[in-house]
C-alpha cells in the first residue's frame, strides 16, 4: 500500500513537473535549463535527505518529517526568490518536482 502512495505522488510530481515545462515553453518559448537543473538536483537531495533522516513514515518520526522539511522548503524558497525570472522560476519548480520523483524512481526498490 505504501508503495502504492509513493507511486500516485511520484505520478503527480512528475505530471506537475511536465505542466510547468509545458507552460513555460508556451508562455516564454524557452525554459531555462540551468534553472531546471538547479530544481532537479534541489528535489533529488530534498529526497535523500529525508531517507537518510529515515523520513519514510510520518508517523515513524514527525520531528524529524517536519524539521528536513522545514529546512529544504527554506532553501526552496530562497532559491526561488533569488530567481527573478518567470521562466526561470517556472523551471526550478519544474526541476523540483521532477527531481524529487526522479529519486523515488531510482530508489523505488529499496
Known sequence: MA???R???AGVE???GIGLLALSRAVDGE??????AVG???GYCYRHARAAAGCRRFRGGPGRSLGVTLTWTA?????DRS??????GRGFAAGLALGSAGYWLARRDE
Open 7 to 9: 507511486a500516485v505522488g
Open 31 to 36: 525554459v531555462r535549463a540551468g534553472a531546471l
Open 14 to 16: 512528475c505530471l506537475g
Open 75 to 79: 532553501l526552496g524558497v530562497a532559491v
Open 83 to 88: 530567481i527573478d525570472d518567470p521562466a526561470a
Open 3 to 5: 508503495n502504492a502512495v
Open 40 to 42: 532537479f538536483a534541489t
